[in-house]
């Protein structure tokens, strides 16, 4: 079981993650949405496609980017659609 928890709050918690290039993308049914907000920064990756963020936000403070997607993954990463990653500070256990 993966979880990815930051400021002590789990934000995320599945059996079902894919790992690509050392990330945890978790099934976004795993992923409490309710400490997500939508940012407006974009990512463009050679392979996977362009990626968008949100900014977690757990007891009052906020860490931004710090979750990103994919919401039309190239072919080549169409097993990552619909599946959300962490870092800046998340940590990730399995």
Do not use: Q
Not at 48 to 59: I, L, M, P
Not at 75 to 84: L, M, Q, W
């Amino acid at each position: 079981m993966a979880t990815a928890r930051w400021n002590g709050e789990i934000i995320a918690e599945s059996d079902r993650t894919t790992v690509v290039e050392g990330n945890h993308y978790f099934p976004l049914d795993s992923v409490r949405e309710d400490l997500l907000d939508h940012s407006p920064t974009t990512t463009f990756c050679p392979w996977k496609g362009t990626a968008s963020y949100y900014t977690v936000r757990v007891a009052g403070s906020e860490n931004p980017d710090a979750a990103w997607y994919y919401p039309e993954p190239s072919e080549a990463a169409s097993h990552i659609a619909g599946r959300v990653a962490f870092w800046r500070g998340v940590e990730i256990t399995d």
